[in-house]
T-cell receptor, first 114, second 110 residues
Framework: AQSVTQPDIHITVSEGASLELRCNYSYGATPYLFWYVQSPGQGLQLLLKYFSGDTLVQGIKGFEAEFKRSQSSFNLRKPSVHWSDAAEYFCAVGLNNAGNMLTFGGGTRLMVKP | KAGVTQTPRYLIKTRGQQVTLSCSPISGHRSVSWYQQTPGQGLQFLFEYFSETQRNKGNFPGRFSGRQFSNSRSEMNVSTLELGDSALYLC?????????FGPGTRLTVT
């Protein structure tokens, strides 16, 4: 069965510091990979996606992620965190070619210190 | 272009009752998926509809059902509510493999 693991439940970083959120997946085929962000009481916003091609993908709000097949990872990075980045981040794997059936990781809650 | 809308945003029901939640996808999107989000289980896929047909289904009991109309709007229904059904129910509409989520309906079962 497909699974997604986000090893860090909580992460606290200082404003201006760099950020890396980890995501590991287990999936038999080439995965469709996504990162979403959720602010309190809100729905999910798509940050970026990987379907194929260049393994380093750029997203919105200055985020990027790198797909590493050998490590089954799709880590999210940002060079300089802003206070407004505080939220919960979810990594997800698409379960079919259309990517319309997602398996989510447990999420990482990011807190930003001033 | 308007985003995904869900109604109602908040709902309080009693155990044993049934509930219907509504989702209007982004114009032109034909696929609608539903997810349940709880603190204990996280985000779990319920089902997906495409052109009025259920295309995928998650591992939920038959009390959870859905449908899609010809205008792509979707409803999900939960019958015989249980306390454990308290959750945020998220709807997403899709195009080209990208899913766009609505704000969710917060269901509380008492």
């Amino acid at each position: 069965a497909q699974s997604v693991t986000q090893p860090d439940i909580h992460i606290t970083v200082s404003e201006g510091a760099s950020l890396e959120l980890r995501c590991n997946y287990s999936y038999g085929a080439t995965p469709y990979l996504f990162w979403y962000v959720q602010s309190p009481g809100q729905g999910l916003q798509l940050l970026l996606k990987y379907f194929s091609g260049d393994t380093l993908v750029q997203g919105i709000k200055g985020f990027e992620a790198e797909f590493k097949r050998s490590q089954s990872s799709f880590n999210l990075r940002k060079p300089s965190v802003h206070w407004s980045d505080a939220a919960e981040y979810f990594c997800a794997v698409g379960l079919n070619n259309a990517g319309n059936m997602l398996t989510f990781g447990g999420g990482t809650r990011l807190m930003v210190k001033p | 272009k308007a985003g995904v809308t869900q109604t109602p945003r908040y709902l309080i029901k009693t155990r044993g009752q049934q509930v219907t939640l509504s989702c209007s996808p982004i114009s032109g999107h034909r696929s609608v998926s539903w997810y349940q989000q709880t603190p204990g289980q996280g985000l779990q896929f319920l089902f997906e509809y495409f052109s009025e047909t259920q295309r995928n289904k998650g591992n939920f009991p038959g009390r959870f059902s859905g449908r899609q109309f010809s205008n792509s709007r979707s409803e999900m229904n939960v019958s015989t509510l249980e306390l454990g059904d308290s959750a945020l129910y998220l709807c997403a509409s899709s195009v080209a493999g990208e899913q766009y989520f609505g704000p969710g309906t917060r269901l509380t079962v008492t």
